[in-house]
């Protein structure tokens, strides 16, 4: 089946600093890729859809300033949480729609952040 | 506005016992998917089964079923013999029948199987 990768699956950073999350589609191509919150035994929380090639959508109530989205190619797209805080710890997770299959998404393993 | 409801947060059952999760949902839309999704401890999302809201027929995956009740906007799943690997969280999710759409997800369930 399809493949979503996600780099790094944990990191831990000093407050203020920025951390890049990776998103690959590993055995197909992606023109959408979605970017998810999740809060301890909460629901995923949309932030923002990926486009490949144009501006990312956010959802209301997510900063696009502090949550760059980068979607430059059709297998990769980049989340950076820009000077990060100690709100910003959570699970990230992101999930891809693969070209011309657009009924299911294929989801990344999550990337772990915690803001010191 | 789409929205998914759960009204079960959390649900024990034994093993090899049959367990049902609820969901309903609310949606102006008469064609769009609705997914139950598995997220074991672990935390990687896993589709467990996916139903066209066209299909009068409930969708089936091995022990996992579904009783889709369109006009009800129900949609439920059914676990037949239960297995301790299906301890997770368990989330409906509904997605408009469009190309760009995105997945809206309920609360989730989180079902413990007991040895």
């Known amino acids: 089946g399809a493949v979503v990768s996600q780099h790094p699956s944990w990191v831990i950073c000093k407050s203020g600093t920025s951390v890049k999350i990776e998103c690959r589609s590993l055995?197909?191509?992606?023109?959408?890729m979605f970017w998810y919150r999740q809060f301890p035994k909460q629901s995923l929380m949309l932030m923002a859809t990926?486009?490949?090639?144009?501006?990312?959508?956010?959802e209301q109530g997510v900063e696009k300033d502090k949550f760059l989205i980068n979607h430059a190619s059709l297998t990769l797209s980049t989340l950076t949480v820009t000077s990060a805080h100690p709100e910003d710890s959570s699970f990230y997770i992101c999930s891809a729609r693969e070209t011309g299959a657009w009924e299911t998404q294929y989801f990344g393993p999550g990337t772990r952040l915690l803001v010191l | 506005a789409q929205t998914v409801t759960q009204s079960q947060p959390e649900m024990s059952v034994q093993e090899a016992e049959t367990v049902t999760l609820s969901c309903t949902y609310d949606?102006?839309?008469?064609?769009?998917?609705l997914f139950w999704y598995k997220q074991p401890p672990s935390r990687q999302m896993i589709l467990v089964i996916r139903q066209e809201a066209y299909k009068q027929q409930n969708a089936t995956e091995n022990r996992f079923s579904v009783n889709f009740q369109k006009a009800a906007k129900s949609f439920s799943l059914k676990i037949s013999d239960s297995q301790l690997g299906d301890t997770a969280m368990y989330f409906c999710a509904f997605m408009k029948y469009e190309g760009d759409d995105k997945i809206i997800f309920g609360k989730g369930t989180r079902l413990h199987i007991l040895p």
């Open positions: 990926s486009n490949e090639g144009s501006k990312a959508t956010y």
């Open positions: 055995d197909f191509q992606a023109t959408t």
């Open positions: 949606t102006s839309e008469n064609n769009y998917y």
